[in-house]
Structures are given as C-alpha cells and as structure tokens.
C-alpha cells in the first residue's frame, strides 16, 4: 500500500482545511485508514480513523467536533476536513493504513497497529 498526502498549507486560526489521502494496493476494503499528527518536541498523535468498508469512525477528544474523517471509495481517498482550526492544530499531519480489525481506542490509537504510512503534510494555524 502507498499513501500520498495532501492538502496542508498556512491558515489563520477559525479557518478551515481540507486534507486528501490517497491510497494505492490491494485488499483496502480489510484495512482502515488513520490520521496521525506531529507537532514541533511532541509526541505524535492519534487525530482520527475510519473503516474503508463501513465507514466507522474514531476521533481523538482534541479534534470531535471540528475535524471530520471521510472516505471515497470509488477514489480510494480518505479525508480529513478540518474546521475552526486553532493555533494548537499546528503540525506534520500523517495518514496511515492498517488493519481494520482494532476497535478498542486503546489499539487504533496506536501508530503501532498500522503498516503503512504516507508523507505528511505540515498545517501551520496562526492566532
């Protein structure tokens, strides 16, 4: 599987982006996808996740409400579309893949439990 990042950029903080993943290889259907963040000396983060099959969807505490994970099958991308960014939000956003079958947050949360990951791309919010 190969996932190719996009959509970070500079906003002022309450404006909106967009993140695109798109994903290549066999199988995605088995798999979710994952969207992780970095910020500058911290520890990277579990943002969101969602199933290729059913859609089900995780969020971190930090993000419910203002980001929202999407896929399209048919495109084999996920989204993350991200509202009312705060200047907190500021990081090197990553998506993932891996198995589908971790349901427990203590496991989807973990960057452990997937095998692929993309670039990322950097989303910087200023006050």
């Known amino acids: 599987v190969q996932l190719q990042a996009s959509g970070g950029g500079a906003v002022q903080a309450g404006g909106s982006l967009r993140l695109s993943c798109i994903a290549s290889g066999r199988n995605l259907s088995r798999r979710a996808m994952g969207w992780f963040r970095r910020a500058p000396g911290n520890e990277r983060e579990f943002i969101a996740r969602i199933r290729w099959d059913n859609g089900i969807s995780y969020y971190a505490d930090s993000v419910k409400g203002r980001f929202t994970v999407s896929r399209d099958n048919a495109k084999n991308t996920v989204y993350l579309q991200m509202n009312s960014l705060k200047p907190e939000d500021t990081a090197v956003y990553y998506c993932?893949?891996?198995?589908?079958?971790?349901?427990?947050?203590?496991?989807?949360?973990?960057?452990?439990?997937?095998?692929?990951w993309g670039q990322g791309t950097l989303v910087t919010v200023s006050s």
């Open positions: 993932a893949c891996g198995p589908a079958g971790h349901s427990l947050s203590s496991s989807y949360r973990s960057g452990a439990n997937y095998d692929y």
